[in-house]
Each structure stands twice: as structure tokens, then as C-alpha cells.
């Protein structure tokens, strides 16, 4: 930071005066011009708790009606013949589009949740990582902060039934996953973690999963699907015994260094069980919506202390805005009423929210972020949104007022990567983008 230009920087704490992001670059002299005519406004980038990254190229092509009972399961079709075209080249074209746009819209970290590991039919690459290695180098020449969270996958149901063939290019054996980690891990740097993913308790049996724990670094992120629709809840009653949440509260020793993504169907005592752990809930409303997931108890959850954060997951929305906006509508829905996300100390929703995905983003994340001064966004304050804003309806205004992305410059470890409101590389991706989707769609003609 450098102290040649003031702006109103927001902290958990509140909003304090405090330098302007600058590296005597085009986008500090950027930033410069605009101080004297609005106030300058800087908050924390968002931490991207959840994502698939290859399933942004199918944005929009699942919303034709295949059965009646549409539902998550029939939506699962259309992605896995979807996922059989990809190579390791046209992951990464489409991956760092993606990330471009997270950073246009404010995510400056992306936990990616990758379970396309191999070639058609499940024949390995020539390089086993090949896939995830695509992954990083999207990330890292895009400029985003991540976590890359390679996913164990095993067997197609909680009654161990092998995986499909379509599910082929998912699976692992326990010894290749853990040579998968160990390869990867070595890659590890400043903007760059390694953790794990358990796809979900369906397709990891249980000595799997505890092998594979018992051999992680004690501070490895674990993130694992879990609760997300009822016929899950339903199978692991059944053959388990337990809900799925509470089957992996009484097994697994979970803590801040788990998160659990999507827990949408929760019981009382999961849900008490789950806050009391440490662990963080990352919540993806525009998918759970997208896929009819259901709505997570969220008004429950915070008076019990839970830790949450939210995620794209399917990306076919890649806003922080527009989930913590749906996170917070869809408790209004469900309730009848208004400003369902605040507590005594903080009665602004918008800012209760932006606590909220600040607090968890270390821990689930597992890099260590400053909330204030790692990453931040530097918002448009010459947007007709932000016309009188003060410090007590900013945050408010930037989450709640509409569709048109008010964040100006978006920086990383010291790097500004959003410049005006565009990726500087933004041209040069989208074209690689552009061709790798015409790619894809062309092996389904």
C-alpha cells in the first residue's frame, strides 16, 4: 500500500481512512484520478468456497425440460456427457475465463472442487495430473488466489455399486489419489494450496475415507458434498443408519479445517453439531436454486455460531453479490419477512454478510488472508449506485441494488488484476474461450 492516495476502507470493524492500492501502475493512476471527485471505497475480496470450473461452458444448456421430474438427478446427465469432451487443453481455456470473471465481479480466491481427472472411458493422461495442472496454470496467469481441492471419487452409491461409465473419468483408487496429492502438493506456493476433496459420503466408503485422513497433512482444507438433496439423506439413513451430517460428525474428527458444501437438509442437532465443530458451511444459493436443492437454515445457523461462506459451484452465475443477495432473499421467502441476516451488533444485512465470508475465508481456504489488505476490491464509487453513500449503507448499496458489477479494480498479493472494470487480459482470454466452447459443442454435432 502506498500512501499517496486516501480511501474508506472497510474492516470487520468497521470503515477507517486508509491508503489507496497502488504499485505506480496504469491501474494506480487509475484509481488516483477518481479520488477527488468520489469517495474511494475498498473492501476484501471474496473467498469462492466452491466451484467446477468446466461446467461454466454449459451455463444455459440444461434449462430445457427433459422429464417432468426434472430435478439435480436429471440435470447430472446433460453434465456428465458434457464433461466427456474435455482435454486438458480446452479446461484450461475455459477455466481461466472463469477465473477472469470472478475476478471482474469480486472473487479474488477460488476453492475448485476438481473431479475431471482423466481421459474418456477413465484412461489416464499421459501426465496423471494433466488436468489439474491445467487448472493451476489457469488460475496462476489469470492472477486468482486458489485452492485447488482435487476429489476423491469411488463408488457410485452408499451401497459401494462400482462407478458408472460415464463416471469413469471421476475415479481413483486410494494409492493414485494420495500420488495425486503428493505430485500436486509440490507445486504449493504464496497464491497456490493443495487440499482435499471427498466428493461426498455416497462415493467414498468409509475405510477409504479414513485412510486417505489419517494419511493428509494436519493442515490440509478438506472439503466434502454432503446434504444436498434429500434421496442422499434418504440412502444414507438407510443403509447407514445416521444422516449423512451426523454420520460424518460421529466419524470423522471435523474442525475448522473442514468445510461442508451445501448442507442444505440439516436436522436440529446436525445443525447444532455442525456450528459447534468449527467447520465451515459453504453455500451456493444460485446453483441450490438452479438445481432445486432446497434452502439452507440460515437464520438458525448464525444464532447458533456457525461459520459459513458461499460458493458458484456450477458457475452458472459467478457473482459474490448475487449469492449473498439470494442468501439473503430466499430466507425472506421462506420467512414472509425482511433483513433476516443481522444480529444486535449489526443490523445491516449487506455487512453481517460481508463479515460473514470474511470470517471463514482462512480457515476454509487455508490460506492465511489478512480480511482487509491481502486482496481487495476497489468499488466504482462513481456508479449512480453508490449517489450519497455513506459509510453506514455502502456495503448495502453494493450487494442490493442490481445486476451491473460495481467493482473497479480488483487486486491480488499485490497485483492489480481488474483495471475499469475489465480483466486486464480480457481479450485474449475470452478468444481461447470462444474456441475451446466451439470445440466442445462441435464434438456433440
Known amino acids: 500500500m502506498n500512501s499517496n492516495a486516501t480511501a474508506r476502507i472497510w474492516h470487520p470493524e468497521g470503515w477507517r481512512d486508509g491508503p489507496l492500492p497502488q504499485t505506480g501502475s496504469r491501474a494506480g493512476e487509475t484509481a488516483r484520478r477518481h479520488v477527488s471527485s468520489s469517495p474511494q471505497r475498498v473492501v476484501p475480496g471474496i473467498a469462492n468456497l466452491h466451484s467446477h470450473a468446466f461446467q461454466r461452458a454449459m451455463a444455459g444448456m440444461a434449462e430445457a425440460q427433459t422429464d417432468p421430474a426434472d430435478s439435480f438427478w436429471t440435470w447430472r446427465e446433460t453434465m456428465y ?67 485447488l481441492l482435487p476429489v476423491l471419487y469411488m463408488t457410485g452409491g452408499f451401497d459401494g455399486r462400482p462407478l458408472e461409465p460415464r463416471q469413469q473419468r471421476f475415479g481413483h483408487s486410494v494409492d493414485a489419489y494420495l500420488r495425486l496429492l503428493d505430485t500436486l502438493r509440490a507445486k504449493q506456493s504464496g497464491r497456490l494450496r493443495i487440499g482435499c476433496a471427498l466428493h461426498s459420503l455416497r462415493a467414498v466408503p468409509e475405510a477409504a475415507m479414513r485412510e486417505v485422513l489419517a494419511a493428509l497433512p494436519t493442515d490440509s482444507r478438506i472439503h466434502i458434498h454432503i446434504a444436498e438433496q434429500l434421496p442422499e439423506v434418504e440412502e444414507c439413513l438407510q443403509l447407514r443408519g445416521s444422516r449423512p451430517v451426523q454420520w460424518l460428525l460421529d466419524n470423522a474428527e471435523v474442525d475448522e479445517r473442514w468445510t461442508l458444501v451445501h448442507a442444505t437438509h440439516l436436522d436440529d442437532a446436525e445443525l447444532a453439531g455442525v456450528a459447534k465443530s468449527g467447520a465451515t458451511v459453504a453455500i451456493c444459493p444460485t446453483t441450490e436454486a438452479n438445481l432445486g436443492d432446497g434452502l439452507f437454515r440460515l437464520r438458525d445457523y448464525l444464532d447458533a455460531g456457525g461459520r459459513w461462506g458461499v460458493g458458484s459451484d456450477s458457475n452458472s452465475s459467478v457473482s459474490p453479490v448475487e449469492e449473498l443477495r439470494w442468501l439473503e432473499y430466499g430466507q425472506r421467502l421462506v420467512t414472509r419477512r425482511r433483513n433476516i441476516a443481522v444480529s444486535v451488533d449489526s443490523p445491516s444485512v449487506g455487512e453481517t454478510l460481508l463479515r460473514g465470508v470474511v470470517a471463514s475465508a482462512s480457515d476454509s481456504t487455508g490460506h492465511r488472508l489478512d480480511p482487509s489488505h491481502a486482496d481487495v476490491l476497489v468499488l466504482d464509487g462513481e456508479a449512480p449506485q453508490f449517489a450519497g453513500a455513506t459509510d453506514a449503507d455502502a456495503v448495502d448499496r453494493w450487494i442490493f441494488s442490481g445486476n451491473r458489477p460495481l467493482v473497479r479494480q480488483a487486486w491480488v498479493d499485490g497485483r492489480c488484476v481488474v483495471d475499469g472494470g475489465r480483466h486486464v487480459d480480457a481479450d485474449a482470454i475470452a478468444a481461447r474461450y470462444r474456441q475451446a466452447v466451439a470445440g466442445l459443442l462441435a464434438r456433440e454435432r
Open 81 to 147: 456427457r458434457f464433461a466427456d469432451r474435455f482435454t486438458p487443453e480446452s479446461l484450461y481455456a475455459v477455466a481461466a475465463q472463469l477465473y477472469a470473471e470472478m475476478l471482474e465481479a469480486g472473487y479474488t480466491t477460488v476453492c475448485e472442487f476438481h473431479y475431471l481427472h482423466h481421459g474418456p472411458g477413465g484412461k489416464p493422461w499421459a501426465h496423471p495430473a494433466a488436468m489439474s495442472t491445467a487448472l493451476v496454470e489457469a488460475a496462476a496467469d489469470v492472477g486468482i488466489r486458489m485452492t
